[in-house]
């Protein structure tokens, strides 16, 4: 173990493993886990702004994960390597450290990575579990929706919850009686296990302040999506984030898999100090690159079966000429310009699938 003795900072970002313990600080949160000989388990969550601990000691798992198809904690584990270095994910995010934990299963045929990053100045920090298969595994060892891939050993006490999440399809939701955001408080205090399988974040909150865990997939309240789990409070065990993302057919042997990512957030204790936290995160997350996000787009669909002309070549070229003048970098159109005219000079609108639109960028 003392082999991967490491640390590194990164403006007020910092990472450190040493006695089997691996801690992390963004300047405003402090996230602790132990190497327990079967993963690593979170031992203390430290907001350090407004001074909350959030762990209880002792928790009772083993491994804040459980291995895909295991119901128990995982078996014995080597640690195979850990690692800390700077990166921005080839500039697709701010500049954070990133620690890499590498984790042999050789009971379960399988290895795992447990990566963290540590962005500098930030309310929270990303974790995300990647799978592969070793020599033996067999993809009916399924990783299932309830497979824990976080775990949070909180005292809830009388903290309340709050879930929200957004609904998909929202060009079908644009009535006034129809909501985008759907959120739900639970004020009582946590008596028994509680489940909650819509929403995209689950958040812990007392008058002091609040944490969130935060799912990063494409989960809606109207639609389950990809092997995304659920959260799950406990007041033995705390909360907990489920749904790998990965199902079994894709678990491979020459390469890992990456499962949905977790954001763990701390905050204050007001509406304005989440969703600040939320919105600071996501920035840092997605970081606006001014050179690849910001430009001027035009768009033209055609007719629509209207009775006169939809969008032939010789239209969609004429957009091109009314564009330059004014700099547009981009026409998107749909692919209809290809199909054959009817007799009365319309181009049909037969949508069948994303295939029927292209996107083509033309520089002038």
Request: net charge negative; aromatic share 10%.
């Amino acid at each position: 173990m003392e082999q991967f003795h490491c640390t590194r900072q990164l403006g007020t970002a910092s990472a450190t493993f040493a006695d089997a313990t691996l801690t992390v600080s963004t300047g405003e949160l402090r996230r602790r886990w132990q190497w327990t000989g079967h993963g690593f388990i979170t031992t203390a969550l430290d907001d350090l702004v407004t001074g909350k601990s959030w762990c209880r000691e002792n928790p009772l798992y083993r491994c804040d994960w459980v291995l895909p198809g295991l119901e128990n904690a995982p078996p014995e584990a080597t640690l195979t390597d850990l690692s800390i270095h700077p990166s921005d994910d080839e500039r697709f995010t701010s500049e954070h450290l990133e620690v890499v934990a590498a984790i042999d299963y050789p009971e379960a045929h399988l290895q795992i990575r447990h990566v963290v990053w540590v962005y500098p100045d930030s309310p929270g920090i990303r974790i995300q579990l990647q799978i592969r298969g070793m020599e033996g595994f067999h993809s009916e060892q399924a990783p299932y929706a309830t497979d824990r891939v976080d775990h949070l050993p909180l005292s809830f006490g009388v903290a309340r919850r709050r879930m929200f999440g957004y609904y998909n399809d929202t060009q079908r939701r644009n009535d006034t009686h129809l909501d985008i955001l759907k959120e739900e408080v639970i004020d009582r205090p946590l008596r028994g296990p509680e489940w909650c399988d819509w929403s995209s974040a689950l958040c812990v909150e007392d008058d002091c302040s609040g944490l969130a865990l935060l799912r990063e997939s494409h989960r809606c309240v109207n639609q389950v999506g990809h092997a995304c789990g659920h959260f799950y409070c406990d007041p033995d065990t705390g909360l907990e984030a489920t749904g790998w993302g990965v199902l079994p057919q894709e678990i491979a042997a020459d390469r890992y898999r990456a499962g949905w990512a977790t954001w763990c957030l701390v905050y204050g204790p007001t509406d304005v100090d989440r969703q600040l936290t939320f919105k600071r995160f996501d920035r840092i997350r997605y970081p606006t690159d001014p050179d690849r996000d910001i430009y001027i787009m035009a768009n033209t669909w055609g007719s629509c079966g209207q009775r006169h002309n939809p969008e032939p070549e010789r239209e969609i070229r004429l957009h091109f000429l009314e564009e330059v003048p004014l700099e547009f970098e981009d026409l998107v159109t749909g692919d209809k310009t290809t199909v054959a005219a009817d007799p009365e000079g319309r181009i049909p609108l037969h949508i069948d699938s994303p295939a029927d639109f292209r996107f083509v960028r033309y520089t002038f």
